[in-house]
T-cell receptor, first 114, second 116 residues
Framework: NAGVTQTPKFQVLKTGQSMTLQCAQDMNHNSMYWYRQDPGMGLRLIYYSASEGTTDKGEVPNGYNVSRLNKREFSLRLESAAPSQTSVYFCASSGPRTDNYGYTFGSGTRLTVV | AQKITQTQPGMFVQEKEAVTLDCTYDTSDPSYGLFWYKQPSSGEMIFLIY??????QNATEGRYSLNFQKARKSANLVISASQLGDSAMYFCAMRGINTGGFKTIFGAGTRLFVKA
């Protein structure tokens, strides 16, 4: 099925460990995003990529890095995980800025840092 | 700065009745889009409906309609004939076309409970 694929779905890390969350979309969308969801706070933008070859910080970028590998793939890296990064992470993609149809989201990654 | 406010942490509605979920927003962008997303207990985010700031008519998608009052900066979601499957978390979101770039901001969400 067409859409956004995120891996892994669940992950437990120890403080200080690193990991990369993978995201791929097959809708030929230019723009891709990483959000984190915490209870009572909605979704907050970590990083986004407006188009292949560009990335920009969002609202909460500290402790994260991203790579737009190609038009399909946008990865999120935690270099040294901290308990404050325990969250649910969503990747999303969208078409042109004037697109009416909102974001298409991946199924999410539940990350626990102990 | 852009902001989305959802003041109802939780709402109850009887099955088959209509319910309104409130959303107010603030932006300096003259052109923007408003969205509603549904998040069931399974966790995925599902796009429901979109309203452009220059659209003359309120958006509708099946049982969902968006009550857009531009002067009041409100974009309430109306769900008609509620079903048990509507029990979920609902998020209001906004993207400023000019100043907001490609970024969408989300409210804190409203959890809807549909009673049989």
């Amino acid at each position: 099925n067409a859409g956004v694929t995120q891996t892994p779905k669940f992950q437990v890390l120890k403080t200080g460990q690193s990991m990369t969350l993978q995201c791929a979309q097959d809708m030929n969308h230019n723009s891709m995003y990483w959000y984190r969801q915490d209870p009572g706070m909605g979704l907050r933008l970590i990083y986004y990529s407006a188009s292949e070859g560009t990335t920009d910080k969002g609202e909460v970028p500290n402790g994260y890095n991203v790579s737009r590998l190609n038009k399909r793939e946008f990865s999120l890296r935690l270099e040294s995980a901290a308990p404050s990064q325990t969250s649910v992470y969503f990747c999303a993609s969208s078409g042109p800025r004037t697109d009416n149809y909102g974001y298409t989201f991946g199924s999410g990654t539940r990350l626990t840092v102990v | 700065a852009q902001k989305i406010t959802q003041t109802q942490p939780g709402m109850f509605v009887q099955e088959k009745e209509a319910v309104t979920l409130d959303c107010t927003y603030d932006t300096s962008d003259p052109s923007y889009g408003l969205f509603w997303y549904k998040q069931p207990s399974s966790g995925e985010m599902i796009f429901l409906i979109y309203q452009g700031s220059y659209d003359q008519q309120n958006a509708t998608e099946g049982r969902y309609s968006l009550n857009f009052q531009k002067a009041r900066k409100s974009a309430n979601l109306v769900i008609s004939a509620s079903q048990l499957g509507d029990s979920a978390m609902y998020f209001c979101a906004m993207r400023g076309i000019n100043t907001g770039g490609f970024k969408t901001i989300f409210g804190a969400g409203t959890r809807l409970f549909v009673k049989a």
